[in-house]
């Protein structure tokens, strides 16, 4: 049995705006006031884990620790078949020390070069982790195609060369509303909310 979030208040272990923005908004109907460890000022821990759980893991058992708070972190990436998986857990490295995603998806795009492979996945872990350092984690999963050049402006990341399987525009395309009920990241939050949250 996992154990329940029984606060009001929770920290999203991230510095990325589009990131806290999504959890927020995905955490709503819960009756969750949440906090990002940038507004709290908590330093980015070494990410050294060798998959999405365990990097989830570090960040959200550091900024649990270090808030007194329990903590929510997500690790996530884009999984291309064509490259072996890559970029995976090193997804925002490929952007740059800027964090540039356009960089990013121009790398991927030229490692494709002569491969009509375009299969790949967005995979999301979250842990949800207490001051006391127990923690529970989740992993989802979407997969569909990419595209090139990158279409829309509604999403952050790889979102604007990634068209979900079933669909003809990218997530950067999307309503929000309709991203959130088919991401990665819903499928690992439907998972986190079955086990650990009520509705309020």
Known sequence: MA????GHKLVIASHNQGKVREIGELLAPYGVETVSAGELGLPEPVEDGLTFIANAEIKAVAAATASNLPALADDSGLEVAALGGEPGIY????AGPEKDFTVAMAAVNKKLCGTNNKAANFTCALTLAWPDGHKESFEGKVHGDLTWPMRGSKGFGYDPVFIPTGHDVTFAEMDPAEKHAMSHRADAFKQL????FKKS
């Open 91 to 94: 997804s925002a490295r490929w």
């Open 193 to 196: 909310i079955n086990a650990c």
């Open 3 to 6: 154990r329940q979030f029984e």
